[in-house]
């Protein structure tokens, strides 16, 4: 496999690396776009032309897209650039994808979905509450109708130890570890993703030879509250700097779904992968906190 990582300076894109650099049979090349990393090359996926000669140049059998405007937040403050980048960028992508057959294996989301049913399947009918979920939901039907050889990947709430990444279990580590209070919703659910397992995941799909839309995530659906007190058990930590607070009391920018989780059945079916639950990965996550000496 000759791999490009788009977005190999993200949490998805930094485990994925990892991955490939252990695999037998396969190179790959990474990109940052704004925070350069060692053996990493800039692209902008919103500019077609440096897209295009970025293929040209590398050649690439296969593309693995987890480049994104992730912060929710930010997408729903500024709706034009999340369109910009979340739909038109991974639009540049799959176009130079389609020129040579090129396999494309795009990463998007649960929040798609509204978040009113929970354990969402493949087939269920997407209804974004917000501009990010607007703007994967765009590039997912974007990119069906330029590419063929292409693999949607939806997942979830994505956590791994990485010093680097705001992800909800970093959160909790260094909330815990200063002793500063942090409010969890309690009644937000949705199916963690432990980043490594989805790094496995991706690269099983790109080697299946299968078509269309798959939920990569983690094979349980937990609230985000019991998410974190499993995190502090786990861990050995005393969850008394955690505050449990309906979701509502958040009030954020762009509104959330209650339950996104995902059925992994069909990924199960598939590939014979089966996603770890957020037990076995912060136990995972555990070990790796503890090879880096935390
Ligand atoms: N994290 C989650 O909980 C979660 C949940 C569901 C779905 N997802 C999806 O999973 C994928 C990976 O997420 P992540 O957590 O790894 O996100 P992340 O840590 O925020 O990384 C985003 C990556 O996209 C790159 N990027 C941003 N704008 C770009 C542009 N214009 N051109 C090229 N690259 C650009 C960033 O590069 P620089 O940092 O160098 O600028 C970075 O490498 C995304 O598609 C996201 O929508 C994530």
Do not use: W
Not at 75 to 81: A, G, I, N, S, Y
Not at 248 to 258: D, E, H, S
């Amino acid at each position: 496999m000759k791999a490009l990582v788009i977005g190999a300076s993200g949490q998805v894109g930094t485990e994925l690396m990892r991955l490939l650099a252990r695999t037998n049979g396969a190179d790959a090349l990474g990109t940052y776009s704004k925070h350069p990393a060692a053996g990493l090359r800039q692209l902008d996926i919103t500019s077609p032309s440096s897209v295009a000669s970025l293929f040209k140049e590398y050649e690439p059998d296969t593309v693995f897209l987890c480049a994104a405007m992730a912060h929710v937040d930010l997408c729903q403050e500024q709706p034009e650039l999340a369109r910009k980048v979340n739909a038109h960028g991974p639009a540049n992508v799959a176009a130079a994808c389609a020129c040579k057959g090129t396999r494309l294996v795009f990463v998007s989301t649960d929040y798609v979905f509204d978040g009113s049913k929970g354990m969402y399947a493949e087939g269920d009918t997407p209804a974004p509450l917000n501009e990010y979920g607007r703007s994967k939901l765009e590039a997912e039907n974007r990119i069906g109708g330029l590419c063929r050889n292409l693999v949607i990947a939806r997942t979830a709430m994505v956590y791994s130890y990485n010093p680097s990444s705001s992800n909800f279990a970093m959160q909790l580590m260094n909330n815990s570890s200063k002793g500063t209070k942090m409010r969890v919703a309690d009644d937000i659910y949705a199916s963690p993703t432990y980043a490594p397992d989805l790094a496995v995941m991706l690269l099983k799909l790109a080697e299946s030879g299968k078509t269309g839309l798959y939920h990569a995530a983690g094979g349980a659906r937990v609230s985000r509250l019991e998410f974190a007190k499993t995190f502090c058990k786990t861990m050995g930590l005393d969850d008394n700097f955690i505050d449990p607070v309906p979701g509502a009391v958040f009030k954020p920018k762009a509104p959330r779904p209650p339950d996104s989780s995902l059925s992994v059945d069909k990924i199960k079916r598939d590939t014979g992968h089966f996603p770890l639950d957020y037990e076995k990965g912060l136990k995972l996550f555990k070990q790796s906190a503890l090879e880096a000496g935390i």
